[in-house]
């Protein structure tokens, strides 16, 4: 199994508070993703990164904000979490255009 | 702009028949597809893919067809068990975004 570690595993926060998930890798891979899993709408694509400091957007952004200052640690930031934001969010990363491995998921839940 | 479509949000099959999920695509660059499989609580894990140049591609239990002309990809499961019980997921393997994702419910 690709070594990824997701933490917290599950988080409840406020509305308004910040929160930052974080993902650790230990493949030196070289792309990291955030996704989150919500019902109806399948993973999508949040933010990604193509190397340190490289990031991206990924089709619903708003909201979040990510850094990558290590090749190993990838952070998901929400700087004002709104109930919206309640999901399951999952990292994955790949050593190029191929396929994803995945991390166990954050339960994220917005009061 | 949704690259990839899974219609149907659910099945349901009879232990040891044939599962049948669908895919279908807009963009016709993809190198390949993949298939990714995803049991509640646990992240997604890849399950099988098909390169752009096949129409097929076959890993036991488990074959993927591609149909390029109707930008359309199938994942065929024979025969079904219970443990196959999960949500699939399809996904180019240059664009990141993935399907709705099917649920596949095997009943004993």
């Known amino acids: 199994d690709a070594g990824i570690t997701q933490s917290p595993r599950h988080k409840v926060t406020e509305t308004g508070t910040p929160v930052t998930l974080r993902c650790h890798q230990t493949?030196?891979?070289?792309?990291m993703y955030w996704y989150r899993q919500d019902p109806g709408h399948g993973l999508r694509l949040i933010h990604y990164s193509y190397g340190v400091k490289d990031t991206d957007k990924g089709e619903v952004s708003d909201g979040y904000s990510v850094s990558r200052s290590k090749t190993e640690d990838f952070l998901l930031t929400l700087e004002s979490a709104t109930s919206s934001q309640t999901s399951v969010y999952f990292c994955a990363i790949s050593p190029g255009t191929e396929k994803l491995f995945f991390g166990s998921g954050t339960q994220l839940s917005v009061l | 702009d949704q690259q990839v479509k899974q219609n149907s949000p659910s099945l349901s099959v009879q232990e040891g028949r044939i599962s049948i999920l669908n895919c279908d695509y807009t963009?016709?660059?993809?190198?390949?597809f993949l298939w990714y499989k995803k049991y509640p609580a646990e992240g997604p894990t890849f399950l099988i893919s098909i390169s752009s140049i096949k129409d097929k591609n076959e890993d036991g239990r488990f074959t993927v067809f591609l149909n390029k002309s109707a930008k359309h990809l199938s994942l065929h499961i024979v025969p079904s068990q219970p443990g196959d019980s999960a949500v699939y997921f399809c996904?180019?393997?240059?664009?990141?975004?993935f399907g709705a994702g099917t649920r596949l419910t095997v009943k004993p």
């Open positions: 493949e030196n891979h070289r792309y």
């Open positions: 963009n016709s660059m993809f190198d390949y």
């Open positions: 996904a180019p393997n240059n664009d990141m975004r």
